[in-house]
C-alpha cells in the first residue's frame, strides 16, 4: 500500500545537538510539507517543496533546514538555533497542486528535549 | 493577518448530530479542508470546500460560505469512533501550497 513512513516515532535530543527526521513517501506525489503541531496549536508549516531540488520556508522554518534529492524524500533537520524543538512533527504529500488536492500525512515523530 | 477560530472542544451523545464551526480570516483563500486527527496520529482527509455551499459525503458534511469568512462540519449519526479531533484548514493563495490550520476541535462522543 501506498503512504508515507516517518521514522522515528520518538526521538530525543540533548541540548546543542542537531537530528535529523525522516520522511518516505511512495505516493508519487510531488508536493511534501513539514509540519509543527504544538498542543493547543493549529499545524505550522516549516517548509514545503514543489518537486525536486526546490523547497520554500514556511512559516516558522528558523532553526530548521530540509533537503528534497529525491522525488520520494524529504527530510527535515532540527538544528541547535531552535530553541524549544520539544513537539509534534508531522510529514505530509500531496499530487500537483492544480486540483488542490488534500493532503497525506505520515504518523510523526515526537521529538523531546533530554 | 490569518487567523482561523475553532471551539477548543465540544461533547455529543452517541447517536446525535454535531455541527463544529470554523471561522476565518485570510487573504487569498483557494478552499477549505476538514480534517479528522485521532490523538497521536496523523491527520486524515474529510471534505474540502471551494465554492460556497454544502458537501455531503455519507454521515460527514461540510458547509462553506465564502462571503462571511465561515464553514462547519456536521456530522450525523454519531459513533463513539468520531471522537478526535477536528481541523478546519484554508488554503491560500495559488498553488495551494501554504494552508493555514486551526487548533481543532476536539470532540468526546458519550454513550
Known amino acids: 500500500d501506498g503512504g508515507i513512513t516517518q521514522s522515528p516515532k520518538y526521538l530525543f535530543r540533548k541540548e546543542g545537538q542537531n537530528v535529523t527526521l525522516s520522511c518516505e513517501q511512495n505516493?508519487?506525489?510531488?508536493?511534501m510539507y513539514w509540519y509543527r503541531q504544538d498542543p493547543g496549536q493549529g499545524l505550522r508549516l516549516i517548509y514545503y517543496?514543489?518537486?525536486?531540488?526546490?523547497?520554500q520556508k514556511g512559516d516558522i522554518a528558523e532553526g530548521y533546514s530540509v533537503s528534497r534529492e529525491k522525488k520520494e524524500s524529504f527530510p527535515l533537520t532540527v538544528t541547535s538555533a531552535q530553541k524549544n524543538p520539544t513537539a509534534f512533527y508531522l510529514c505530509?504529500?500531496?499530487?500537483?497542486?492544480?486540483?488542490?488536492?488534500?493532503?497525506?500525512f505520515g504518523d510523526g515523530t515526537r521529538l523531546s528535549i533530554l | 493577518g490569518q487567523n482561523i477560530d475553532q471551539p477548543t472542544e465540544m461533547t455529543a451523545t452517541e447517536g446525535a448530530i454535531v455541527q463544529i464551526n470554523c471561522t476565518y480570516q485570510?487573504?487569498?483563500?483557494?478552499?477549505l479542508f476538514w480534517y479528522q486527527q485521532h490523538a497521536g496520529e496523523a491527520p486524515t482527509f474529510l471534505s474540502y470546500?471551494?465554492?460556497?455551499g454544502l458537501e455531503e459525503k455519507g454521515r460527514f458534511s461540510s458547509f462553506l460560505s465564502r462571503s462571511k469568512g465561515y464553514s462547519y462540519l456536521l456530522l450525523k449519526e454519531l459513533q463513539m469512533k468520531d471522537s478526535a479531533s477536528y481541523l478546519c484548514?484554508?488554503?491560500?493563495?495559488?498553488?495551494?501550497?501554504?494552508?493555514?490550520f486551526g487548533a481543532g476541535t476536539r470532540l468526546f462522543v458519550k454513550a
Open positions: 485570510t487573504s487569498g483563500f483557494n478552499g
Open positions: 517543496s514543489q518537486i525536486v531540488n526546490d523547497f
Open positions: 484548514a484554508v488554503v491560500r493563495g495559488t498553488g495551494g501550497f501554504k494552508t493555514i
Open positions: 505516493l508519487n506525489h510531488d508536493a
Open positions: 505530509a504529500s500531496s499530487p500537483p497542486a492544480g486540483g488542490f488536492q488534500p493532503q497525506h
Open positions: 470546500n471551494v465554492l460556497d
